[in-house]
């Protein structure tokens, strides 16, 4: 099935390329999946809340870059804007409010979607494989500290931009996941979350984890007892990588089905569906072993020790 990777750097060297890491280890698995591609970088920390916005396909992109700034002129401070491939980018000032944002652009503007929003993160994505990503948006330019990425089969849902991953989880900035697998009672906890108000751009359960994360932490948890929970809350089989600004995770579901290999030395930390991810990338000895069923594990940028549960 899909494959996902995630990379951070100890160091947290905002230059340091991470992009060129997560081609690589995408490029490795893309075998796993033809049918598209992305990545989430965290780059280094903005005043600004960037954007990356994807348009209605029913209108051309002078007239939707046209619809987008003036639904937002009256409630937002818009620093800069520019189309980019299939995304109109935004840099907007850092007071907004990211949920009255988004409802404000989508009432106004029917068809478009905030693929990401954040101080440090951007996602990209699309159809094809990471060499076709490469080819359009040049990923292996991209710096930062910390990224996850995903290459995708797709088993039940369509093959566009906003099915692919990595998903960001709409209303909390700064936070996206990546997932192999199947949450078999996404039916069941999408109905729940609609009736509380939560939309959804997509028939993919992967979406799932986003909005539940999103749920949890406004329901007052942290977002490491989050990730707890979701091992109590999902049925499946499943393994799945989340990172904000400052952290990068890994759950793996009770059972284990879903492969997932980790590196750690001095250095950095790797995760990958298989090990041929690692090692065709990183070019070094290093120990690679398989984390245990049932388990969460997470780093932080400014104390990257592994904490698991």
Request: aromatic share 8%; proline share 5%.
């Amino acid at each position: 099935m899909c494959g996902i990777v995630g990379y951070l750097d100890k160091k947290s060297d905002p230059d340091y390329p991470i992009g060129r890491t997560l081609l690589g280890m995408l490029q490795a698995l893309s075998c796993r999946g033809p049918d598209s591609a992305g990545v989430a970088v965290f780059g280094p920390k903005q005043n600004s809340l960037d954007l990356q916005i994807k348009c209605p396909e029913t209108l051309r992109p002078p007239s939707a870059v046209h619809a987008v700034l003036q639904a937002l002129r009256e409630s937002v401070v818009i620093v800069h804007h520019e189309f980019i491939g299939a995304y109109l980018r935004l840099e907007v000032e850092s007071a907004t409010d990211p949920v009255a944002l988004e409802s404000q652009l989508l009432t106004h503007v029917p068809g478009c979607e905030i693929v990401s929003l954040g101080h440090q993160l951007e996602i990209v994505k699309q159809v094809g494989s990471p060499g076709q990503l490469e080819k359009t948006y040049g990923i292996s330019q991209r710096r930062g500290s910390h990224g996850i990425g995903h290459t995708r089969l797709s088993t039940e849902s369509r093959v566009d931009l906003s099915h692919s991953q990595p998903f960001w989880a709409h209303g909390v900035p700064d936070l996206a996941t990546v997932h192999n697998g199947h949450i078999t009672n996404y039916h069941k906890l999408r109905r729940l979350f609609e009736q509380s108000g939560y939309r959804f751009f997509t028939e993919n359960d992967s979406e799932i984890i986003g909005v539940y994360l999103r749920d949890r932490m406004a329901a007052g948890l942290s977002l490491h007892d989050a990730l707890r929970s979701s091992l109590d809350d999902f049925d499946g089989s499943f393994s799945y990588l989340a990172a904000t600004g400052d952290m990068l995770a890994y759950v793996r579901d009770r059972y284990g089905f879903k492969p997932l290999m980790l590196a750690e030395t001095q250095e950095f930390v790797a995760i990958a569906t298989e090990e041929i991810a690692l090692r065709q990338t990183l070019n070094e000895d290093f120990e690679v072993y398989e984390p245990a069923p049932g388990t969460v594990g997470f780093w932080h940028t400014q104390q990257p020790a592994l904490v698991s549960s």
